[in-house]
């Protein structure tokens, strides 16, 4: 447990990306199991990047790699 403490430290906000892509695109945007499809956070990081929010960029792209470790 102690190799993946990383991971609790570096979710500064937990559910904050969650509740941005839900805010923006709706259901639609997530599988059945409640995951966040793949192809609306990479829209929802181009968005923010647009509107120069820098930390949200840095928490979709955390959630992008957690993503590929499962």
């Known amino acids: 447990m102690a190799r993946m ?3 609790q430290k570096a979710i500064k ?3 904050r990306v969650r509740k941005y892509v839900k ?4 259901e ?3 599988n059945r199991d409640g995951s966040i499809k793949l192809a ?3 829209k929802a990081k181009e968005r923010a990047k647009k509107a120069g929010n820098t930390s949200l960029v840095q928490a979709i ?3 992008i790699t957690l993503r ?3």
């Open 40 to 42: 609306y956070l990479k």
């Open 5 to 7: 403490s990383w991971i």
């Open 23 to 26: 805010r923006i695109y709706g």
């Open 61 to 63: 792209n955390l959630a």
């Open 28 to 30: 639609k945007a997530f």
């Open 13 to 15: 906000r937990p559910g």
């Open 68 to 70: 590929r470790l499962q």
